[in-house]
């Protein structure tokens, strides 16, 4: 499957990357790094499709369900998980929403992972949900 270190630097195998949250600064960062070392990429998007030369993009809401089927028929070596609402505005308005995005993605994506025996990396926020609200990490 290859050395997860090669994602990060020049040299390595190349690799079949997924970066779920591939269009937020993070994950688009993510993307084009690895592009640039040779790794295929695939990776979601929630609303916009961003224009990343050599990645190819899947629609995907975290907060409507564990990730779509055709991800996990990838093969991929290695799997990112930079998706979060990092506002704390938003966070506090819409627990719920926050609760889902920021903490139950996450479950879902470190199963689907684990099934597919990937090596999983999952990036989080410093802003965590709690029932009494926001803490910090």
Not at 7 to 13: D, E
Not at 85 to 110: F, G, K, M, T, W
Request: proline content about 4%.
């Amino acid at each position: 499957r290859g050395d997860v270190a090669g994602v990060f630097r020049k040299g390595g195998g190349a690799m079949r990357l997924l970066v779920l949250g591939g269009s937020g600064n993070l994950g688009a960062t993510l993307c084009v790094l690895a592009h640039q070392r040779g790794h295929e990429v695939v990776a979601t998007c929630n609303r916009r499709v961003p224009e990343l030369a050599g990645v190819r993009f899947v629609k995907w809401d975290a907060a409507q369900g564990p990730p779509p089927a055709e991800l996990q028929d990838l093969r991929a070596d290695v799997m990112v998980h930079s998706v979060a609402i990092i506002n704390p505005d938003i966070c506090e308005q819409y627990p719920a929403l926050a609760r889902l995005v920021n903490s139950e993605s996450v479950r879902q994506a470190a199963a689907m992972a684990s099934e597919a025996r990937l090596v999983y990396i999952s990036f989080r926020t410093r802003l965590i949900m709690s029932c009494g609200g926001i803490g910090r990490a």
